[in-house]
């Protein structure tokens, strides 16, 4: 991992560069960054040297400062004699990662290593290698402890060899070496490398975690040990002395000496001796067992550790006998008791956790296991998901019960298949493992509830924490989420989870007023919600208001009902407490409760002073309590003079008694009138006089005669028999007025009217109502007899108010009046969307109003409920008795909803309301759920379920991707509901994407993971465990077991020894043949369990919980093994596996290159000896591999039974491996490397040594050591820069190594091999680099070069090194010219010229070491720039007359927007770039586009376009030489010119002279001309004249009809609109003909026709003056021809008036006679002949002639009479005529023109 090892040499060089900066105080953050402005890198430099630098920019803000600061640097180290390889400083600048660690190891590598190496060399005398030196070191430090170190990483990750280098150079500093475990790696580093911290002063630049670090790299770990050699102990430092030996400091532990907990199903029984700190001595161990003596193998693992094992496999008392130095050690011997094995298969597993139903992710479920009658044995369970096993106690717990019974509980963290696996004593139980599927915990909402009193409203005030509880037991897993709103917005609200599935939620209202509880939970609405709660404003008292008569002072009647009322409003929470207090004691009362207000009523039974107390939450509210005064004025009693209508005396006292002793507390009033002033009280009022018992005195003098009235009151009540009536006046002067006798008065409201009796005289005084019900009416005097009449009427319905005078009704008494109830519920009106269905969805607010002011007053209740039962709503008066009302349609609730609106309590028309709100589209609310979504096993069929029935209109998208296609079949229920199903083949995740509206809905997409259906042929083995050879006795075996593509199943190993192939064959298991993928069958009964055999092996099985299971056995003695492997019962492929046993540890190999490398020369020879006494017997093999490729067997010597021995003389160099099989396995020591080497034979071979090579190409060279032997080949490569050099090894064996010079000079490299320079040494490179040389002048870039001027060249080679340079110049004709080069004053420059003759490009070749330089040959363009010609565009002959005035460089004329073309012709100019520039002569911008269009190689088109009027000038260049002078440029815009006037308009006349005006301001330069054609192209003259700077107007005059163009040019250009088309008529050619025009026959059509084809276009009129009205008719029948025809229906002189475009045609006005066609009798028509004798009409309108009637009459006895005919003027006839007798009958003769009209001669009779 390159990453992971340049991380941790990046963090070592860091903190080794900060503790070189600790002396300056400063510190590297940033590796990279830190030394980019040269500072750091300074310092570092100068603590490391020791010296000062020179002068550095100290303050480096800009990029050279700091490039400067670090090339000093650089220069610095180059003059220390460091060797910085391939480094500047931009790669610091600019940081390169992998160059700055170099240059930091460099410092390392001189400063620290080789500095210490060197000194290390001068007092050994050995010259090394600084890693050579430093390995030397340690293991020189570490001899004789047990360690040895061969390189400086992996051999240091387990942290032993630091803490043994500490002890080594301080003794007794870490003396634990010894015990350290390799697999406590950072703890061992960690703790050696502290100590060397803390006291041998080695910062810890590497840390213990990066030295552990199997990628740990060996420059880092070699920074971090150079620090050793210079380690000093530090005083005070704890050393630790080993002490003697002692037996008893011996600890031996291990389940193998425990009395208790081992099996016969155990592999092996280990544990471990430690004599580390028991001195010296020999350590022996049995083990007795009830079998005998068993085996025992002891493994020394060093450090004074020894680890032992042996086989329980019988059941019973073991005795394990542990000595020391003949001594036992404590606690021996140790006795074992070995329980007999366990039975999985008698184990038992049930449970809701193992049935997989209702199962959900978050949730614990539970399953129980049962070991009874299994034996000894350890339960082991796992639990796999979609993500892998489950683990922890948050997840899984097991809880053992009595009797063998395991009680397991387990939480799935999420939704999919799930694999639990139980073991017992190693195995799978049986059933095992079981397969559940875990659902997506989908909460439930409908199953939680809410309670309290915050839910509920109940004592919910202002400014007191409200509280309530939801429950969501059995609800599922969801995000509880809960909304209160209140009039003014959201209310903060604190939820707490009291316990599991208990949220106690509170919130303190900080208003009153309705407020809605919204509580969702997983994003549903739990029942209940949304809750309306009323928050009640704080009790408040003084905010109560009573009123009503019945807490008056005074003006209550015994017996008569009363009332007040309470209003509560606004003041909180309370109890209202009402008591009425009376003579008799309390009083009751009826109470009527209404929202907020409360009305009593009460009647007084006895007179006297009551008081009404009127309580608030216990205090009395302002002014309670009430004193009220009941008077009975009924039992008043009044006696005196008048009383019985008789006169009374004027100016005589009258003298009254008034009795009010049973009425009750009051003043009794009196007052008096008369006619002399009825509208005032009498000055001399009656005197009273209180006699202080209850009665009083009334005394009045009256001092007018009259009829007089004298007014008693008690308590401003009349008292009865009063007024008392002194005279009697007429009862029709009395008048009553006021609202209380008009319809509209309002039902238990007061209402009153005025009884005005002034005029009245004196009476008695009577009102009585009748009514619905009993009615009382209060009369109070007003004076002046008038009187105010007070009542309530309290039903709504029609009364009678009768008013008498003395017993006489007054004037419109009774009075009939309709009383309406207090409030008019029916005259209410509800409108707006929010009553209407079709308009409401979900998440919306919805409005309607309510208009009450026809209704009165009343109190107006809204609410709405929803599905889900009360809805929030807002209420708000937006005008006087208009509320607006807004409710919200909750997102989670369509449906109906029904709206109450009850005014004064009762429904208003139309309420209840039901409207329907519909589903907002809202992908958000389909939820989808099921297995489908989960997981699950492949090839069986996933189902999931969707419910859209919340989402509202919208389509559904499905999409299944994952490592297979599984197409999705949806099944629509019709009901916003659907199942999905689709089939996964293939096991791994897959995504469910679900779209509803092109939306995803929640949740989506989805990540169900499917495993693999059970298939035991996937299983996998493999592993050095199953290696026919390999496994060594003693040693745990390990392999495999793969079921990642197999599906879930139970894994079952067991293995056998001793056993003959045949013996295999008959254990083997056979697959049923029905088992296939997916499908299951019953286990085979587990092979462990039915092998009885003593050779059995028992095998470790390790579920590693990612799909494959580590399998671990010991075998314990030497020979074949076999291994089964099953999968559900089923052997796995290749099952079962033959193993084969030794144990090649014991054999012991010595000689050259055994323990460690040698390195040898040719023709020594080589002996080695094998001793196998301790492997036991087998083949011992022994072969050699040679340089040549040799594979030599050699032979071995016996010695005696057990031992051998063998040599051989090397003859080649090379590398030669003897190589030692035991038993067909190499044994541990093999091979033996020998390294044979021959200096002499090193040979350097290459080009670039003979012949100078171009700079950036590689010099390759060669060395072959083939010959030679692997010796260590050193390359050091000098130049004018460092560069890297790379080799490669061939297949030759030679090695090719290459690198490429960046800068020409002298590249040295010296060569050497096995220390000692090669013959030759060193060898040199030139380089040479032709880019280097720099060529500049016009005489190569042709920059300012032109024809007949001198073009120079400068060539600079001084940054090329040295070599021949060349020039020739090749012209365009062909002639090729060698140049002279002249020496510069400067060192490396040369310059040369030449003349240029003729336009074209110029060849200019240079070589640089006979190779062309960059570039070369350079093409230089020369040009004639004179020779180009400039062609503008052709002006129009007009344009040309006004502009140009035979200048001789005329303008350009160019228009706005518009493109013109300038050509350009270079053809004779030579080669060159055109270019053109615009200037501004009249100080406007003028804004252009421009660019140049290639027409061909010597022909250019300037285009330009531009876009405002002016002028401007143009200069064209060539190779940026002008070319001519600069041309003037005139830009018009001729569409911003406009015209207008009746010349350009339809309608024109010929031969009448009309005109036109044309507008040209914005235009720019020019002039408008005007062309005008007729029909026929023929030109009318058109005059244009320039009235003012910016108008023209232009005059013509059309001498024919038709359509004219007339083009407008403006500077040649048409301006807009132009050319516009004007249609002239002619009416003078219009021809008018035919009959129609000379005379007509009155009924008879007649026509005409016009001839205006010649005439253009114009509106032809037909007007006709005559006797009578004449409808004409004109139809077109050609262009231009229209056919007339009329009917006249009357004769007479007519005058038909023809006109064209409103003019007169030739001829018109037309005169035409009708006259009447020829007489016609039949059509002649006598009418009343018969009705009516001695008269009749004739009707001869349609009968022709000219009106010649004859009538005649005859009778048979006598003559007729005056016969009359009179001619009506419309050739109608009247007729008369007489018979002198009436008896007889007369012939009637009527002729129209002579002939008998139809019927002539009548027949009449007389009457």
């Known amino acids: ?17 900060n503790e070189q900066l600790r002396v300056r105080h400063l510190s590297l953050t940033e590796l990279n960054e830190d030394f980019c402005d040269g500072l750091t890198l300074i310092a570092l430099v100068e603590v490391l040297s020791e010296k000062k630098m020179s002068k550095y920019n100290r303050r480096p803000r800009i990029h050279a400062q700091k ?15 460091v060797k910085l390889v391939n480094i500047g400083s931009e790669d610091i600048v600019n940081p390169n990662t992998k160059l700055i660690l170099g240059l930091v190891w460099t410092l390392i590598l001189h400063y620290q290593i080789a500095a210490w190496a060197a000194e290390a060399t001068e007092v050994s005398g050995k010259s090394e290698g600084p890693k050579k030196a430093l390995l ?10 047990g360690r040895e170190v061969g390189n400086f990483n992996k051999d240091w990750n387990d942290g032993t060899i630091v803490a043994t280098l500490v002890d080594a150079i301080a003794p007794g500093l870490c003396p634990e070496y010894v015990d350290m475990e390799p697999q406590s790696a950072l703890e061992n580093a960690s703790h050696a490398m502290k100590l060397a911290e803390d006291w041998l002063d080695v910062p810890m630049v590497l840390q213990p975690e990066d030295l552990t670090n199997p990628h740990v790299d060996e420059l880092s770990v070699m920074t971090y040990i150079s620090q050793f050699p210079e380690a000093k102990l530090k005083p005070g430092a704890p050393i630790r002395v080993a002490r003697s030996s002692d037996p008893s400091k011996v600890q031996a532990f291990g389940r193998g000496l425990e009395p208790e907990g081992l099996t016969t199903d155990d592999t092996t029984a280990e544990f471990t001796v430690d004599v580390s700190e028991a001195g010296f001595g020999s350590l022996n161990i049995s083990v007795d067992s009830p079998g005998g003596s068993e085996d025992l193998v002891i493994t020394d693992k060093g450090k004074g550790i020894f680890n032992c094992s042996y086989v329980p496999d019988s059941a019973g008392a073991y005795k394990i006998n542990i000595d020391w130095g003949d001594q036992a050690v404590p606690g021996s011997p140790f006795m074992v008791n070995v329980a007999q094995g366990s039975d999985a298969y008698a184990c038992t597993a049930y449970g809701p956790g193992l049935e997989g139903k209702d199962l959900k992710e978050g949730c614990e479920t539970e399953f129980w296991v049962d070991t009874a009658g299994a034996g000894e044995g350890t339960l082991g369970i796992t639990i796999k998901g979609p993500k892998g096993p489950i683990s922890g106690d948050k997840y899984m717990r097991v809880e053992e019960d009595e009797n063998d019974k395991y009680h397991v509980y387990y939480t799935a963290p999420m939704a999919g298949h799930y694999v639990i696996e139980i073991w017992f004593g190693g195995l799978h139980i049986a059933e095992s493992p079981y397969n559940v599927h875990i659902a997506r915990d989908r909460a439930v909402a409908s199953k939680c509830w809410a309670e309290g009193d915050g839910i509920t409203g109940k004592g919910v005030q202002v400014g007191k924490v409200s509280t309530f509880w939801v429950h969501t037991k059995g609800a599922g897993k969801g995000n509880m989420n809960i909304h209160i709103r209140s009039k003014s917005g959201t209310v903060p609200i604190k939820m707490v989870e009291k316990e599991p599935s208990l949220y106690e939620c509170s919130y303190m209202p900080e208003e009153d007023g309705d407020y809605v509880i919204t509580v969702k939970y997983g994003g549903e609405n739990i029942p209940g919600s949304r809750f309306k709660t009323h928050v009640e404003p704080p009790t408040n008292s003084s905010r109560c208001f009573a009123s009503g008569p019945g807490l008056e002072p005074q003006g209550v009647r015994v017996g008569i009902p009363t009332k007040f009322e309470v209003r509560t409003k606004d003041a909180g929470l309370g109890d209202l ?25 009460y009647e007084a039974t006895s007179p006297g002073l009551y008081t009404v107390d009127v309580k608030f939450a216990g205090e009395h509210i302002p002014s309670s309590p009430y004193s009220v005064a009941v008077t009975d004025t009924s039992k008043v009693r009044i006696t005196g003079p008048g009383m019985k209508g008789e006169f009374l005396p004027i100016n005589e006292p009258l003298e009254y008694f008034v009795d009010a002793r049973g009425a009750g507390p009051g003043k009794v009033g009196c007052s008096v009138q008369g006619p002399m002033r009825p509208d005032n009280y009498d000055a001399d009022a009656p005197v009273i006089t209180d006699n202080e018992d209850g009665t009083f005195k009334i005394v009045y003098t009256p001092d007018d005669a009259g009829r007089l009235k004298m007014n008693a009151t008690f308590a401003e009540a009349a008292i009865p028999d009063t007024p008392i009536k002194l005279h009697v006046y007429d009862a029709s002067q009395v008048v009553a007025n006021g609202k209380g006798l008009e319809d509209g008065n309002v039902s238990g409201e007061l209402t009153h009217f005025t009884v005005d009796m002034r005029k009245g005289g004196e009476g008695r005084l009577h009102v009585g109502i009748d009514g619905p019900v009993r009615t009382p009416v209060t009369i109070k005097d007003q004076a002046n007899n008038v009187v105010n009449c007070e009542y309530i009427p309290l039903e709504a319905g029609e009364y009678d108010i009768n008013i008498l005078w003395e017993g006489v009704h007054i004037p419109n008494s009774p009075y009939h009046i309709k009383v309406r109830p207090a409030v008019d519920p029916s005259a209410v009106l509800c409108y707006g969307e929010g009553l209407e269905t079709g308009k409401l969805f979900t998440d919306m607010w919805a409005e309607f109003f309510i208009d009450t002011r026809k209704a009165g007053k009343g109190e107006l209740q809204v609410q709405v409920t929803g599905p889900g039962g009360g809805e929030e709503l807002e209420m708000e008066e937006v005008e006087d008795g208009v509320t607006k009302v807004r409710y919200f349609i909750d997102p989670d609730e369509a449906g109906t909803y029904r709206i109450s609106v009850l005014f004064a309590d009762t429904h208003v028309p139309g309420s209840l309301f039901t409207v329907a709100a519909a589903w907002k589209t809202d992908a958000s609310k389909v939820h989808a759920y099921g297995p489908g979504l989960e997981g699950g096993i492949t090839n069986n069929w996933a189902e999931f379920y969707l419910d859209m029935k919340k989402g509202g209109d919208g389509g559904l998208s499905l999409s299944i991707e994952g490592p297979c296609e599984a197409e999705a079949v949806v099944d629509d229920h019709n009901d916003g509901t659907a199942t999905v199903k689709y089939l996964p083949t293939e096991p791994g995740e897959y995504c469910v994407t679900v779209l509803f509206a092109d939306e995803t809905i929640p949740s989506s997409p989805f990540k169900p993971v499917f495993v693999p259906c059970t298939d035991p042929s996937k299983v996998k083995a493999f592993g050095p465990g199953i290696e026919p050879y390999g496994v060594h006795l003693g040693e745990p075996a390990v392999f495999t077991v793969d079921t990642s593509e197999a599906g879930t199943g139970a894994v079952d190993v067991i293995v056998e020894g001793h056993l003959s192939e045949g013996e295999a064959q008959k254990r083997r298991v056979t697959s049923p043949t029905s088992l296939t993928p997916g499908s299951s069958t019953k286990k085979q009964n587990s092979l462990r369990r039915r092998s009885g055999a003593i050779n059995i092996l028992r095998p470790h099985i390790t579920n590693n919980n990612d799909d494959t299971y580590g399998i671990q056995y010991a075998p314990r003695k030497v020979g074949p093994h076999h291994i089964f492997v099953t999968y559900e019962g089923v052997d796995i492929p290749n099952s079962p596996y033959l193993v084969h046993v030794t144990d090649p540890s014991k054999v012991k190999f010595k000689g050259p290159g055994v323990t460690a490398e040698s390195v040898e020369c040719v023709g020594n020879p080589l002996c080695y000896t094998l001793d196998a006494s301790e492997a036991g017997p087998a083949e011992m093999k022994a ?21 051998y021995k063998c040599q051989f003389t090397p003859k080649v160099p090379g590398q030669y491996s003897l190589h030692a099989e035991y038993a067909g396995v190499e044994i541990p020591s093999s091979p033996a490397e020998v390294m044979i080497v021959d200096p002499a034979k090193v040979e350097v071979t290459g080009d670039c040594f003979e012949t100078p090579i171009r700079v950036d190409s590689e010099a390759c060279f060669s060395v072959d050591a083939t010959e030679a032997g692997n010796g260590e080949l050193g390359l050091n490569l000098h130049g004018p820069v460092t560069v890297a050099m790379n080799s490669e090894q061939q297949d030759d064996g030679t090695f090719n190594f290459e690198f490429v010079p960046t800068m020409p000079g002298d590249y040295n490299i010296d060569a050497t091999y096995a220390g000692k320079p090669i013959p030759g040494s060193p060898y040199i490179v030139s380089v040479y680099d032709p880019t280097k040389v720099e060529v500049s002048g016009p005489g190569v870039t042709g920059n300012g070069a032109r024809v007949g001027e001198v073009a120079p060249v400068k060539v600079d080679t001084s940054k090329a090194g040295k070599a021949l340079l060349e020039a020739t110049v090749k012209t365009p004709s062909g002639e090729e010219v060698q140049m002279e080069l002249t020496p510069s004053v400067e060192s490396g420059v040369y310059n040369f010229d030449y003349l240029p003759e003729e336009p074209g490009v110029y060849e200019v070749d240079i070589k640089f070491g006979d190779e062309k330089i960059p570039k070369s040959p350079f093409q230089v363009p020369i040009s004639d720039p004179d020779a180009v010609k400039i062609l503008p565009p052709v002006l129009a002959e007009d344009v040309a007359t006004e502009w140009v005035d035979n200048a001789e460089s005329p303008p350009i004329f160019a228009f706005v927007d518009d493109t013109t073309t300038v050509d350009v012709f270079t053809e004779e100019a030579g080669p060159g770039v055109v270019t053109a520039k615009f200037d501004t002569v009249s100080g406007k911008d003028v804004p252009v586009d421009f660019g140049f269009v290639e027409v061909d190689p010597d022909h250019q088109q300037l285009q330009f376009t531009p876009h405002r009027p002016g002028e401007m000038e143009l200069s064209f260049f060539y190779n940026d030489y002008q070319v001519g002078e600069a041309r003037k440029v005139l830009i018009s815009d001729p569409k911003a010119c406009k015209a207008h006037g009746p010349g350009l308009e339809d309608g024109l006349k010929a031969n009448e002279v ?54 407008v040019n403006f500077a040649g250009g048409a301006i807009t609109d132009s050319p516009f088309t004007v249609a002239v008529c002619d009416p003078s050619v219009v021809k008018a003909f035919g009959p129609g025009l000379e005379s007509a026959i009155v009924g008879e059509e007649t026509e005409f026709t016009i001839d205006a084809t010649e005439a253009g276009q114009g509106e032809l009129n037909i007007t006709v003056d005559g006797p009578e009205g004449v409808q004409v008719s004109c139809n077109s029948v050609d262009e231009g021809l229209f056919q007339v025809s009329y009917t006249p229906v009357k004769a007479g002189m007519y005058s038909f008036s023809v006109q064209f475009a409103g003019t007169d045609v030739p001829g018109s006005q037309f005169p035409v006679r009708a006259v009447r066609p020829p007489p016609d009798a039949s059509k002649c028509e006598v009418v009343g002949i018969h009705e009516a004798p001695g008269r009749f009409t004739v009707l001869a309108q349609d009968a022709g002639g000219c009106g010649l009637l004859e009538v005649g009459a005859t009778s048979k006895y006598c003559p007729v009479q005056n016969v009359a005919v009179k001619h009506n003027g419309d050739y109608t006839f009247g007729v008369t005529y007489g018979l002198e007798t009436e008896d007889e009958e007369a012939t009637i003769y009527v002729r129209w023109h002579g002939e008998h009209v139809p019927g002539s001669p009548f027949t009449v009779y007389p009457k």
């Open 1 to 17: 991992m390159e990453a992971e090892w340049k991380r941790i040499q990046k963090k070592t060089f860091t903190r080794w560069c």
């Open 67 to 81: 490039v400067e600061n670090i090339q000093m640097a650089l220069n610095f180290l180059k003059s220390e004699g």
């Open 136 to 145: 030397a070191f340690v293991n020189d430090k570490i001899r004789g402890r």
């Open 577 to 601: 407490e009402v008591a009425i207090l009376g003579p008799d004691g309390p009083l009751e009362y009826n109470c009527k409760t209404y929202p907020y207000t409360y009305d009593y009523t």
């Open 1183 to 1203: 072969y050699l591999d040679t340089p040549e490729d040799d594979h030599k067997d050699l032979k071995l010597e016996a010695v005696d039974d057990h031992n």
């Open 1554 to 1607: 009309t005109l036109f005006y044309v507008n040209t301001k914005d235009a720019g330069p020019g002039t408008v001309t005007c062309m005008i054609s007729a029909p026929g192209d023929a030109e009318v003259a058109c005059d244009v004249q320039k009235m003012k700077p910016d108008m023209y107007q232009a005059t013509y005059t059309p001498f024919c009809a038709g359509n004219h163009k007339i083009a």
